[in-house]
């Protein structure tokens, strides 16, 4: 079973850029579509992004497309998010995912996805 950890996360200033990763462990992670969550306090689990599992299909949140940019290499069993043009508004903790039915479109249900890591606090100041 394949498990997820994330990394990258920390403090920035409004225009700042981060990026985070997100390491894979197992074989399987080739395979299956992923996904970027966030979550701010006192809000529900939001769609960031989603990337197939050839890496070339790609879908993103209203709010952060044009800034945000999701990638993975499979060689390395490892998902990115890079985030450009930061808002404080984007401040959460952010999530990577595995949608294990490769849903078509991208799902972008937090409920679709089965495996989780454990978040990376992001946080923008003004």
């Known amino acids: 079973q394949v498990q997820l950890v994330e990394s990258g996360g920390g403090l920035a200033q409004a225009g700042d850029s981060l990026r985070l990763s997100c390491a894979a462990s197992g074989r399987t992670f080739s395979r299956y579509h992923m996904g970027w969550f966030r979550q701010a306090p006192g809000n529900e689990r939001e769609f960031v992004a989603a990337?197939?599992?050839?890496?070339?299909?790609?879908s993103y949140a209203d709010s952060v497309k044009g800034r945000f940019a999701i990638s993975r290499d499979n060689a390395k069993n490892t998902l990115y998010l890079q985030m450009n043009s930061l808002k404080p508004e984007d401040t959460a903790i952010y999530y990577c995912?595995?949608?294990?039915?490769?849903?078509?479109?991208?799902?972008?249900?937090?409920?679709?996805?089965?495996?989780w890591g454990q978040g990376t606090q992001v946080t923008v100041s003004s």
């Open positions: 990337i197939s599992w050839t890496g070339t299909g790609k």
């Open positions: 995912a595995l949608d294990p039915r490769n849903n078509i479109p991208y799902a972008r249900d937090a409920k679709d996805y089965g495996t």
